[in-house]
């Protein structure tokens, strides 16, 4: 019999610092203490990865955000890469932003939707998250998922083409969605 060989965050980040996964062809995160293989990005996603880091920066300012772009978050024992991170402002080289650093967080998905909707808007609701995007790249549409207490997201809605959207944290940055999926 064999069982997934499950791991601490801990371990996951001494492996890191050890280069267990230099010269890896594939992406992994740890997720619930099991590693992950990501799918890898196509030009969709990427491009709309580029066009919401470029929205991200021009509506924030570095002294109210950091904006982060497939950076790792400390949520225990998991390490999941967000497309796009928005933190508190402040300096994490010293350690991972956690929840309560993370003002909204935004992921693309391409082939992904149920994750991303499902097991990964559960953890990040579990873990605090204020704010979470699910960029749906077929459907032309976002995934708003807002007010995480009692270990989910109690406000949930989907806004399509030609609607605009702004985060909870800075009302006054305006995301027009007939920009983003031209």
Not at 31 to 56: C, F
Not at 63 to 84: A, F, K
Not at 89 to 115: C, H, M, N, T
Not at 139 to 147: E, G, N, P, Q, R
Request: with cysteine; glycine share 6%.
């Amino acid at each position: 019999m064999s069982t997934a060989l499950r791991l601490t965050a801990s371990e996951y980040d001494r492996m890191i610092q050890r280069g267990a996964f230099v010269g890896m062809d594939r992406k992994i995160e740890l997720i619930r203490g099991e590693l992950r293989q990501m799918s890898p990005a196509g030009p969709v996603h990427e491009d709309y990865i580029d066009y919401l880091t470029r929205w991200s920066t021009s509506v924030t300012d570095p002294e109210d955000c950091v904006v982060r772009v497939q950076s790792s978050i400390d949520l225990g024992d998991s390490r999941p890469e967000p497309d796009v991170t928005w933190l508190r402002p402040g300096r994490y080289a010293a350690r991972r932003p956690k929840a309560s650093d993370v003002l909204l967080l935004i992921e693309v998905a391409e082939s992904s939707l149920a994750g991303d909707t499902g097991e990964k808007a559960d953890l990040y609701a579990e873990s605090g998250v204020a704010e979470y995007w699910v960029v749906d790249c077929v459907a032309k549409a976002i995934h708003v998922f807002t007010d995480s207490r009692e270990n989910r997201f109690h406000s949930k809605r989907i806004v399509s083409v030609p609607g605009t959207l702004t985060p909870t944290c800075k009302p006054d940055a305006v995301l027009a969605l007939d920009e983003l999926f031209l």
